[in-house]
């Protein structure tokens, strides 16, 4: 499917006068995953197969949201495993860029309407700052550096100088 919507834009964009200068994608998933307890290091491996397939179609860059934190009862549900995974591709790939870490905050804050999904403020919170990172990545051609509220402390991955 995201293949296909891709291609679509592609083609779309170039059929109506626009000339693309890159190709990324936003990729915010994982909650899945830590439900049904994939492993960490199998996790990277599809997702490698998952951004190989997108690379093949022309897309330049991932920018990652990582996932945030489990809201509910069950005691053995951690998304913890998915959330160092998505840390580890980004720090091992230059493929990969971590655009936010802020969903980890949003159980905290109170900004998760039920156990797996956000209110809308959440949301757009999330994707302000991750556009913000973007840019900032696309404007001075380094990795943002973040908060991370999982493990309080900073995120960064590369620094360039």
């Known amino acids: 499917d995201a293949l296909g919507r891709i291609d679509s834009a592609s083609e ?5 006068g626009y000339s693309i200068q ?4 936003v990729w915010c998933q994982g909650e899945t995953d830590a439900d049904n307890g994939t492993p960490r290091e199998q996790y990277k491996e599809r997702f490698h197969k998952m951004a190989a397939e997108l690379m093949s179609h022309g897309v330049e860059k991932i920018f990652v949201v990582r996932i945030g934190e489990y809201n509910g009862d069950d005691p053995k549900l951690d998304y913890g495993e998915i959330m160092e995974a998505q840390n580890e591709l980004c720090k091992e790939s ?10 980890a905050s949003f159980k905290e804050d109170g900004m998760m ?4 999904h956000y209110f809308q403020d959440a949301y757009n919170k999330a994707g302000t ?6 840019a900032y990545y696309l404007q001075k051609g380094a990795e943002p550096v973040m908060y991370d509220p999982r493990h309080k402390d900073l995120f960064f991955t590369r620094f360039s100088y």
Do not use: I, R
């Open 129 to 134: 700052l991750a556009g913000c990172n973007v």
């Open 113 to 116: 309407k039920d156990a797996f």
């Open 22 to 25: 890159h190709n990324y994608v």
């Open 94 to 103: 230059p493929d990969y860029v971590m655009a936010t870490t802020v969903l």
């Open 12 to 16: 779309w964009l170039t059929d109506n």
